[in-house]
Nanobody, 114 residues
Framework: QVQFVESGGGSVQPGGSLRLSCTAS????????AGWYRQTPGKERELVAR???????NYTDSVRGRFTISRDQRKNSVYLRMNNLKPEDTAVYYC????????WGQGTQVTVSW
């Protein structure tokens, strides 16, 4: 059974940093890639960062240069380092495998505000 467990969210002030973690079971990120998504109330979930099976990374324009996605093959985990956070980054963040979407986990809340 495919499962994703996210952690690492929290509340920070603008300009702050957070590191999100996600561990997968029942699917291998090395086969299907890994991605971080985020969603705010009333909006569709968007893919903000991904790492492909051959380790190429892609970012949506709004986070490029501030967010860094990385993967630990041995732990079957994916991470998202978020620097210079802005209020518009406030959302629930989820991980999944873009090449083979599985059930969504509970996500981890990121709140950026004064």
């Amino acid at each position: 059974q495919v499962q994703f467990v996210e952690s690492g969210g929290g509340s920070v002030q603008p300009g702050g940093s957070l590191r999100l973690s996600c561990t997968a079971s029942g699917i291998h990120f090395t086969l299907f890639g890994a991605g971080w998504y985020r969603q705010t109330p009333g909006k569709e979930r968007e893919l903000v960062a991904r790492v492909t099976r051959d380790s190429r990374t892609n970012y949506t324009d709004s986070v490029r240069g501030r967010f860094t996605i990385s993967r630990d093959q041995r732990k079957n985990s994916v991470y998202l380092r978020m620097n210079n956070l802005k209020p518009e980054d406030t959302a629930v963040y989820y991980c999944n495998s873009p090449g083979r979407l599985g059930p969504w986990g509970q996500g981890t809340q990121v709140t950026v505000s004064w």
